[in-house]
């Protein structure tokens, strides 16, 4: 199994450029989240997938989007990238799509975005 | 208010001593699950440990336990026999029983010295 995969690795926006960031995982996990790292702010939830076609607003959505039409993959849209957004993405996946708090979240290798 | 704290921006360590991280956490909830993550220079997310607020035991695995005090809101990471390899970001998260997504602190980065 590869877990989750994310792609680019690293990727270089001038303001106002739009992009997908690609995640596919092929652990058969319901849930599927995107989150931001910033320095000295920890990771904060972007969004969030229960399952395909269902998907949700974490902590800090806007500027971003995303569609769930497979169990697979959760691609993130940044539809005008802005210097703010420049910061480390993850994707993540777990199994449960419902209130599992023993599921742990497996992350991909992040992409380190840089909008000019 | 933060869901979950992580005063340490930063410790040293000797090698082969054992080191505590803090977490504290905030909830309302009966049910949830804590968690710790490892990351290295190298940027990827490792799980490390696990408790859930119903586990009357602290969790273990390997050189990593987890103090978990309830009452106090506490799940402190420990690292026994601390290794070079050890250096890294450590981060606590929380995940509660209505809600899907995870939560974090801000992260202790951890320094072991020779």
């Known amino acids: 199994n590869a877990g989750v995969t994310q792609t680019p690795k690293f990727q270089v926006l001038k303001t106002g450029q739009s992009m997908t960031l690609q995640c596919a995982q092929d652990?058969?996990?319901?849930?599927m989240s995107w989150y931001r790292q910033d320095p000295g702010m920890g990771l904060r939830l972007i969004h969030y997938s229960v399952g395909a076609g269902i998907t949700d607003q974490g902590e800090v959505p806007n500027g971003y989007n995303v569609s769930r039409s497979t169990t697979e993959d959760f691609p993130l849209r940044l539809l005008s990238a802005a210097p703010s957004q420049t910061s480390v993405y993850f994707c993540?996946?777990?199994?449960?799509?419902?209130?599992?708090?023993?599921?742990?979240?497996?992350f991909g290798p992040g992409t380190r975005l840089t909008v000019l | 208010a933060q869901k979950i704290t992580q005063t340490q921006p930063g410790m040293f360590v000797q090698e082969k001593e054992a080191v505590t991280l803090d977490c504290t956490y905030d909830?309302?909830?009966?049910?949830?699950?804590l968690f710790w993550y490892k990351q290295p220079s190298s940027g990827e997310m490792i799980f490390l440990i696990y408790?859930?607020?119903?586990?009357?035991q602290n969790a273990t695995e390997g050189r990593y336990s987890l103090n978990f005090q309830k009452a106090r809101k506490s799940a402190n990471l420990v690292i026994s026999a601390s290794q070079l390899g050890d250096s890294a970001m450590y981060f606590c998260?929380?995940?509660?029983?209505?809600?899907?997504?995870?939560?974090f602190g801000a992260g202790t980065r951890l320094t072991v010295k020779p």
């Open positions: 909830t309302s909830d009966q049910s949830y699950g």
């Open positions: 408790q859930g607020s119903y586990d009357e």
């Open positions: 998260a929380m995940r509660e029983d209505v809600f899907n997504d995870m939560r």
């Open positions: 993540a996946s777990s199994y449960s799509r419902g209130t599992g708090v023993s599921d742990t979240q497996y």
């Open positions: 652990m058969n996990h319901e849930y």
